[in-house]
């Protein structure tokens, strides 16, 4: 792990102490996303995670520029990922790679976000001019993988993150979905290897649904450096609400001492 070159999300330090907690707002009008912001300021989290594909107005640009300005005066100096999912990850709606480029670069360059989510098997060519987008803006760039029906092998999750890291992603991450116990143990496996052997920025790792659950709170000890939780609407199969997540990494953290 001595390896690990943090990443700052804004003022969050990504790869040093304890996993970072990171919050999705999905709600699907500007007045929704903006009131989730306000009452997320009340709970105490590390990331916002704007999840874009939920907004019916995502494919308008100056609208979605216009609702994450709002976003970001509502949550002051907290940071903000953004994250457009696309159907065939797990999200909301499909989209063309162009409009995907344009969005993120023009999100990048708005100067409203803190980092952007970039789907790292959507075509290198498509990968690369994201993220070459985004670092032009000085935004860093988490490369993400997610399968919503199994549990690839453990020399494919760490050769999955190390294409993320290859292609130039600040944070990989990969969420999969087990089938059994030991496919939870297999995630958490690859985790560690890749975290002591190969990783050279910090990692986040889950695996998804109440098999997955204690995944999202040992993560630490693994080496995973961000996990998510809830405040209300979850964006992916389980998400533990935010507290409980708090007290349960705190236990973690103190035994990594």
């Not at 590390?46 to 709002?70: A, L, M, N, S």
Request: charged content about 25%; some cysteine; proline content about 4%.
């Amino acid at each position: 792990m001595s390896n690990i070159k943090t990443v700052m999300l804004g003022k969050v330090e990504v790869g040093s102490g304890a996993p970072k907690v990171i919050v999705p707002i999905v709600g699907k009008t500007r007045e929704d996303i903006v009131a989730k912001g306000k009452e997320l300021t009340q709970y105490t989290m590390d990331v916002v995670e704007w999840r874009v594909d939920f907004y019916d107005d995502v494919f308008d640009i100056p609208q979605v520029v216009e609702t994450g300005r709002q976003l970001r005066a509502t949550l002051n100096d907290t940071p903000i990922l953004f994250t457009f999912r696309t159907k065939k990850e797990g999200g909301e709606k499909e989209i063309t790679m162009d409009a995907y480029t344009a969005l993120n670069k023009a999100m990048a360059e708005s100067g409203y976000v803190d980092a952007i989510d970039v789907e790292i098997f959507s075509g290198d060519d498509v990968v690369r001019k994201n993220i070459a987008n985004i670092h032009a803006a000085g935004i860093p760039v988490v490369g993400s993988n997610h399968d919503f029906f199994k549990t690839p092998t453990k020399a494919d999750l760490i050769s999955r993150l190390c294409k993320m890291q290859d292609m130039g992603a600040d944070i990989p991450k990969i969420a999969v979905m087990p089938q059994s116990k030991s496919d939870v143990i297999v995630l958490l496996d690859a985790t560690s290897e890749m975290a002591e052997k190969y990783a050279t920025r910090p990692l986040i790792t889950m695996s998804m649904s109440k098999l997955g659950v204690i995944s999202r709170l040992v993560g630490e000890a693994f080496g995973s450096s961000m996990t998510f939780g809830a405040v209300g609407q979850v964006s992916a199969p389980g998400q533990i609400p935010v507290e409980k997540l708090q007290t349960a990494m705190a236990i973690v953290h103190e035994a990594q001492k």
